[in-house]
């Protein structure tokens, strides 16, 4: 019984926010009803039926119920008044040998702890939280390079992994700092300059010519003076700005280092259509050009070049060494649109101004570093830090060939300094002690800062101009104006990064580039329809985002994404090609994050599907009631030889649950799973598993029963409050990089309110979010943090 | 697959197998004590003052720690008897050629990966407790804290000799999405090195990068001079910005701050050596860049195993960690013939099929454990090898995948720690004694003044 004590102490964690999913919120009373209930009504009723475990000083399960029940108390013990709801409520508990609880009372005890949980949350003090000072992460610190100097070439792409938590990997706390890191600060900076001066002041090409400088190579694809080097099989991909609708061709550069019988081979891709295949025959020193023609469809085009046919002799060489075929790739070049003037697309960012009869070297420098700080910082650059910029600039051009040298030199400084690699939130210069109305000693957040959060948040990047210049007039206060930018953030191409870095962590989308299939089981399964599944639920989620959908459709859309290789896999007729269109789902199955092909593959094994990691997924990212892990003393599915010819998977699994310290957590999960039966582990339809007909029946504890992924589906529907709090807390999340406490109950319970106002859009819960006090103010750390 | 990935790879070893037979004491001394242009007297002081005199058997004893997740299937590990090394068990047959040259140490165990009331997470238990001998604080996110680890205890000490204090390796990226395991942030799972109790050392994948790290990123002319000079003002700014901000945050970012003050000074360090050698230290003749992360698993093992092997024989560190997949990997290993993933199948639950997979996966990586020593066996340094010099552990903290017990735990002791301790043999410790022990007794052989290390309660007997 040991064991079973110890996982119910996981639930108390984990069930947190999950009562009363589905049915109507519980509305707050007067807290003294609520006290003077408990009395009369609950306390003797968890006397006869609890505190024999959990009363008199017992706590099994590290579940002791003997509170002084207060308001305070249960603002305190929210989480396990919830548990305990949880519990009662599906009738976990009490336990077989204990006294069951009358169907009325449970009513009446559920009745009550969700009144008396909303009355705390009522009167809980609203409480911003705590973040800690912010590192930027990789993507971020791309993007805001990007933005910062109209370099585009990933320099973050080879700093150390940042650690993720909470599920997302913006989290402050653990954004760590590492003497590893800055060094690669202070050479990024170093190239970051050095590219910009190329580009904004050089009048002669850069040795990498044209758009290869910038490009993002796969990991297998090497780069050095004379270009890129591809000795495996792998791509390049370029981003150039385009005019949508405008013709351009495509020059490259390329040669090869012969083996075996046919040349290197190089296939060039834009935006997912081939538009160069060929035989590069021509030795590293003599290469030849080749170009291709396209007409561009958005604001930037996504060029890719591949080697596809790498090689390596068998037979070694006079020197013992064997050939390998590669392929080189000295330049990439786009020109037009026809008539268009030259590469004015660079518009200077950092070399705003250069010396001249007018402006003296020292007061040009001046110019340049006070813009570059001032956006770098996120905030207007003060005189003394300003005046240290130009300390190394004079200190430089002393001995320095050049004005822009020695100018770069300060910027390299601007970009390792803490204000940079930081988002900073000051404090205030003086305490701010604790009032009634103010009980956390919180203060607001000054305009940059609003500007700063709100861009990390919706664009994983630095604030741009405009929103600079309303933080500059004071204007971001006003929630109006917010909420203006905010619409029209979302409407920009950079909220695609919302979509990217939240939704792909949130579904984990990112881990289907490393999903490994039997071969033999699903030949089609290859990365070709790895990505389409990631594409389909990226789309999904943009089209959410963009049309401003209800969150619900989420769960429960009757549309979805696919291309051909997709569309076959889902038994769609007629969709060919790689390109990507939108279907219409008429009583469908498919449809809603739940039953989208990434999802059912990422929750599969390699060589069978895990109704388990379904079950698991559908409670944690649903409707965010995760079940806890097993403890390590328990073993996975146990596997007799004689199992698999005799059994079904879920013949076996009910085995498994025949523990009753597996069914406790077993029956959450597995119910939701089987109903997802149908769907094989790269999330094809099936109706027979192997030679066992498929049965796509569950039943969730309390009663919910469903067969096949319709009815599943109808059923969180049944429980979308849960999904909506979940879908909050994790945006929530993300939004502030910290995780999401206790005393946030209050923030994310206002949030809801106006989301449930709003029809569950998608932008009302940014809104929410944004408007709310966690995103507007600060407070220091606790003691108790 | 007949495809060629060993390109990469192979570009590099060249340069290991050139580098053969250059002894150390002539080709690369720390560069830090002295510079290419130093007299023979200018040298030898400076070896004196570094206490390291001038011959061989005076050459500094490296670390180095290789961690391998999930346990062993410990039937083919441990071997049958104690004493010398006679009949290796089957998973330690890829080792045979090297027989007098490591010794397995049984009975060893890791009390802080144990749950110790925090419940599930083991892996992630492990991988923190493994060489900090520290019980993670459970957390998701915030607040994260374990312990100093071994290899940085000797970074701060004889790590401060050479270019890089330490060096860390390894070929997961860790997790792209999704919680790491039960409840546990993800640092705990994917750094097994960490600098204090709070500040992980994120280790390095990619084995170009690497190379950078050791070598710069130009080997080619350009004026080191200027540019450490330039980095060095740089730097100063960065510092004076950083007091700045010091007084604008609360008391709780302070500590952050404090993080990035550390890594400053150590970066100015290294700068200042920079300036005083003029140039960076030179990689072994022959020995070029690699182009990237190798597609091959094994290709990629080897190439950040000739990684260390350079990084010591040019005395770039002498401290270096290495793991090679992160704890709990799920690996796939189709290449040698395994069909499932490596954390599922350590749930062998004993099933025949699970087991063979798991004890085909153990000869893999010792396998590439095998190469590595070779290499490094190979290394002429002095009278001996690189080997003879070094003392690398090897082993996971887990015993057995499946049961996930935290004593008992594979461990293997390679090298001569510079004639300090005498390979070859099975050594059978009492039931529970400290895996930190054994630290001790390492960082002791590498002249690191220690008495204890975590929950040591002394050194290791019988080493030598």
Same mark, same amino acid.
């Given at each position: ?28 009373? /007067? ?40 308001? /305070? ?6 989480? @396990? ?24 009372? &449970? ?43 109209? &370099? ?11 650690? +993720? ?7 402050? /706390? ?6 590893l890191l800055a060094e690669k600060y202070i050479g990024a900076a ?11 002041? +050089? ?47 495509? @020059? ?135 005046? +240290? ?36 939130e000051n404090k205030l210069p003086f305490a701010v002690p604790p ?147 939108? &279907? ?49 003393? &328990? ?14 998977l879920r013949k076996r699994l009910e085995a498994h649950r025949a ?27 099936? /109706? ?98 | ?61 490296? =670390? ?11 039937? *083919? ?30 009975? =060893? ?25 520290? *019980? ?60 204090? #109790? ?46 700045? =901000? ?12 404090? #993080? ?39 290709? *990629? =093992? ?41 954390? #599922? ?10 087991? #063979? ?108």
């Open positions: 019984m040991k064991r079973f004590g110890s996982l119910l102490l996981f639930m108390l964690s984990s069930v947190a926010f999950s009562a009363c999913a589905g049915d109507a919120r519980p509305a707050p009373k /007067d807290p003294k009803e609520i006290l003077a209930r408990y009395d009369k009504e609950i306390k003797p009723l968890l006397s006869t039926h609890c505190f024999k475990c959990h009363g008199n000083g017992k706590k099994k399960g590290n579940v002791n119920l003997d509170d002084a029940l207060s308001i /305070d108390s249960i603002q305190k013990n929210t989480n @396990k008044w919830l548990a305990v709801l949880e519990q009662v409520r599906t009738g976990s508990m009490p336990p077989e040998e204990v006294q069951a609880v009358d169907k009325k009372n &449970v009513e009446l005890i559920v009745r009550w702890l969700g009144e008396a949980i909303a009355t705390a949350d009522h009167l809980r003090p609203r409480d911003p939280g705590f973040v800690s000072l912010h590192r930027l992460n990789r993507t971020e610190y791309n993007n805001t390079i990007r933005d910062l100097t109209g &370099v585009d070439f990933r320099p973050a792409d080879d700093f150390p992994a940042d650690d +993720s938590g909470y599920g997302f990997d913006n989290i402050a /706390d653990v954004l760590t700092m590492s003497p170093e190239s970051i300059v050095e590219r910009v001066i190329k580009m904004e002041t +050089s009048k002669t090409p850069t040795p990498l010519s044209g758009l290869i400088g910038e490009a993002k190579r796969a990991q297998t694809v090497g780069q050095d003076d004379s270009g890129l080097i591809f000795s495996n099989n792998g791509d390049a991909t370029m981003m150039p700005h385009t005019q949508p609708g405008s013709e351009y061709t495509l @020059k490259i550069k390329a040669s090869q280092a012969p083996a075996g019988t046919e040349p290197a081979k190089m296939l060039v891709k834009v935006d997912g259509v081939d538009v160069l295949n060929q035989g590069v025959d021509a030795p590293k020193d003599k290469p030849k050009e080749f170009t291709a023609k396209f007409r561009a469809k958005g604001e930037s085009a996504k060029v890719v070049v591949m080697f596809t046919n790498e090689f390596r002799e068998a037979e070694p060489q006079k020197n013992g060494r064997r050939r390998s075929r590669r392929l080189f790739v000295h330049a990439v070049e786009l020109e037009g649109p026809p008539g268009a003037p030259k590469e004015e697309k660079n518009r200077k960012k950092v070399f705003i101004a250069m010396p001249s009869k007018e402006l003296t070297e020292e007061a040009c420098a001046e110019k340049i570093l006070k813009n570059f700080a001032t956006r770098a910082f996120r905030r207007p650059v003060k005189d003394d830090e300003l005046k +240290s910029l130009l300390k190394i600039y004079s200190n430089v051009r002393k001995d320095a060939p050049s004005f822009e040298k020695a100018v770069g030199s300060a910027l390299t400084a601007a970009l390792v300094s803490p204000f940079f690699l930081f988002r900073v009032t009634p109305d103010n009980p956390t000693g919180a203060w607001p957040l000054d305009e940059y800062e609003i500007a700063t959060r709100l861009s990390y948040f919706l664009w994983s990047t630095m604030p741009d101009d405009e929103l600079f210049m309303l933080a500059g007039q004071r204007m971001l206060k006003n929630p109006k104006i917010r909420e203006e930018q905010v619409r029209r953030m979302l409407k920009d191409r950079r909220s695609g990064q919302l979509i990217e870095n939240f939704a792909g962590q949130w579904l984990e989308l990112r881990n289907l580039d490393e999903v490994m299939r039997d071969g033999k089981l699903f030949p089609q399964f290859d990365t070709k329809l790895a990505s389409a599944m990631e594409r389909e639920a990226t789309l999904f989620f943009d089209s959410i985002v963009r049309e401003d959908r209800s969150i619900f459709t989420l769960i429960d859309a009757d549309y979805t994404f696919v291309n051909g290789p997709l569309a076959q896999l889902y038994g769609i007729p007629n969709i060919k090609g790689d390109e990507f269109q939108k &279907v219409t789902l008429k009583n469908s199955p498919r449809g809603g994050v739940v039953t989208m092909g990434s999802t059912l593959t990422l929750t599969s094994n390699p060589t069978r599907t895990s109704p388990v990691k379904r079950g698991k997924w559908v409670l944690e990212q649903i409707l965010g009631t995760p079940p806890p892990p097993p403890p390590p003393e &328990v073993p996975t599915l146990v596997e007799k030889p004689s199992d698999e010819a005799g059994a079904s523990d009753p310290s597996c069914a406790v957590c077993h029956n959450r999960m597995d119910g939701l799973g089987f109903a997802l039966e149908n769907f094989d582990s790269i999330g094809r339809w099936r /109706d027979s598993d192997g030679k066992f007909p498929v049965d796509a029946s569950g039943t969730l504890p309390g009663g919910d029963s469903f067969k096949g992924a319709i009815e599943l589906k109808a059923v969180l529907m049944k429980r979308r409050e849960g999904f909506a709090r979940n879908f909050v807390e994790k945006m929530l999340t993300f939004a502030l990089g910290r995780g999401i406490k206790q005393y946030d109950r209050a923030t994310v319970n206002e949030i809801l309110k106006q989301v449930e106002q709003n029809e569950y859009k998608f932008s009302s819960v940014v809104m929410g979010i944004v408007n709310s006090d966690a995103f507007l103010k600060r407070r220091e750390k606790r003691g108790d943090e | 697959m007949s495809r060629s990935k060993v390109m990469d790879r192979r570009t590099a070893l060249k340069g290991v197998g050139v580098a053969i037979g250059l002894p150390l004491l002539e080709a690369m001394m720390p560069s830090g004590i002295f510079g290419g242009s130093a007299s023979a007297e200018e040298k030898k002081s400076a070896l004196a003052a570094a206490g390291m005199g001038g011959s061989s058997s005076k050459t500094p004893v490296r =670390l180095a720690f290789v961690a391998i997740p999930n346990g062993m299937w410990m039937d *083919h590990f441990t071997p049958k008897t104690v004493g010398p090394l006679t009949d290796l068990p089957p998973s330690l047959k890829p080792l045979e050629a090297l027989r007098g040259d490591f010794s397995i140490l049984s009975g =060893l165990a890791q009390d802080n990966a144990r749950a110790k009331g925090d419940g599930p997470g083991d892996h992630a238990r492990s991988a923190a407790a493994f060489l900090t001998g520290a *019980h993670p604080f459970k957390t998701a996110g915030s607040n994260i804290k374990l312990g100093i680890s071994v290899d940085q205890v000797a970074a701060k000490s004889i790590g401060q000799q050479t270019q890089l204090p330490s060096l860390e390796l390894g070929c997961d990226v860790g997790r792209k999405a999704g919680e790491c395991d039960s409840g546990y942030a993800c640092a705990y799972v994917s750094n097994i090195s960490w600098a204090d #109790e709070t500040t992980p050392m994120p280790k390095l994948v990619d084995p170009a990068a690497v190379f950078e790290r050791l070598f710069g990123k130009n080997t080619g002319q350009f004026d080191m001079a200027r540019k450490m000079a330039e980095r060095k003002s740089i730097l100063d700014y960065v510092r004076d910005d950083t007091k700045r =901000l010091e007084k604008q945050v609360g008391s709780a970012d302070q500590k952050k701050l404090d #993080e990035f003050t550390t890594s400053l000074r150590e970066l100015e360090r290294r700068i200042e050596n920079n300036m005083k050698n003029k140039e960076a230290v030179a990689p072994p003749p022959g020995f070029n860049r690699p182009t990237g992360i190798p597609k091959e698993y094994s290709e *990629h =093992l080897k190439l950040m195993y000739d990684m260390m092997i350079v990084a010591f024989q040019t005395d770039c560190t002498r401290v270096c960690t290495f793991q090679v997949a992160s704890e709990g990997s799920n690996r796939s290993f189709n290449f040698i013939g395994v069909s499932g993933a490596h954390h #599922e199948l350590s749930h062998h639950g004993k099933k025949p099929d699970n087991v #063979e997979a798991i004890k085909k996966i153990d000869h893999f990586y010792m396998s590439q454990f095998g190469y590595f020593l070779q290499r490094m066996k190979a290394v002429k340094e002095g009278s001996g090898t690189l080997l003879d010099n070094c003392l690398i552990m090897m082993g996971s903290g887990i015993g057995d995948g499946d049961r996930h017990n935290h004593d008992d735990l594979p461990i293997l002791l390679a090298g001569k720690g510079g004639g300090t301790v005498v390979p070859g043999r099975h050594v059978q410790y009492p039931k529970n004694t400290p895996l930190c022990n054994l630290f001790v007794s390492m960082l002791q052989r590498a002249k690191v003044n220690a008495t204890r290390f975590a929950d040591s309660t002394g050194p290791l007997p019988q080493l030598s």
